[in-house]
């Protein structure tokens, strides 16, 4: 199964998008499976189980700070 990066905004998951600039404070980015899968590692990381690291963009070159479980 493929992995995507979603943007979850006030508890909402979105497919995210990496030239769009999200202004809320709270916005997480997860590199998931599925929608739900994202919604977990934002529980993990609400409860302080993980940290954001930085993820290469292979769409737009650039590098963004998301949750994704270690080893990958």
Do not use: W
């Not at 999200?22 to 934002?42: G, K, P, R, S, W």
């Not at 609400?46 to 998301?66: L, Y």
């Amino acid at each position: 199964m493929s992995k995507n990066l979603y943007a979850i905004v006030d508890g909402e998951v979105h497919p995210f998008n990496c030239y769009k600039i999200y202004t809320e404070l709270d916005t997480l980015v997860a590199y998931a499976n599925t929608e739900e899968h994202a919604m977990e590692l934002a529980t993990m990381y609400e409860h302080g189980e993980i940290e954001p690291g930085a993820f290469r963009c292979n769409k737009c070159g650039g590098t963004h700070q998301v949750l994704q479980e270690s080893g990958e």
